[in-house]
């Protein structure tokens, strides 16, 4: 099994700045693709925010790119998302997603609880 935990959310003024983190733990053989999503106030979509592969590269939303930065530490298997110039509408909760390769469960997606991003205009 794999746990992620997020942090790094909080209450912040527009075109502030945010990092966020999500480290994963427990048995696993590899991390391969890292995804931030969201999940804005009263929607029940998750919107998929940016990616990073295993080997480095990197997708985007639309609605994020210029403003948002996501890296990785393969060493502390920890995923990052860099928040500039924040807007009211990126107000959301944030998730992580990997997808990993454990010995029990093959290769699969984890999900973590999500941190609170809100920005005041």
């Known amino acids: 099994q794999v746990q992620l935990v997020e942090s790094g959310g909080g209450l912040v003024q527009a075109g502030g700045s945010l990092r966020l983190s999500c480290v994963a733990s427990g048995n696993f053989y590899s991390i391969n693709n890292m995804t931030w999503y969201r999940q804005a106030p009263g929607k029940q979509q998750r919107e998929s925010v940016a990616?990073?592969?295993?080997?480095?590269?990197?997708n985007y939303g639309d609605s994020v790119k210029g403003r948002f930065t996501i890296s990785r530490d393969n060493a502390k298997n920890t995923v990052y998302l860099q928040i500039n110039s924040l807007k009211p509408e990126d107000t959301a909760v944030y998730l992580c997603?990997?997808?990993?390769?454990?010995?029990?469960?093959?290769?699969?997606?984890?999900w973590g609880q999500g941190t609170q991003v809100t920005v005041s205009s």
């Open positions: 997603k990997v997808q990993s390769n454990t010995r029990w469960y093959g290769v699969r997606d984890y």
């Open positions: 990616t990073i592969h295993s080997d480095g590269s990197t």
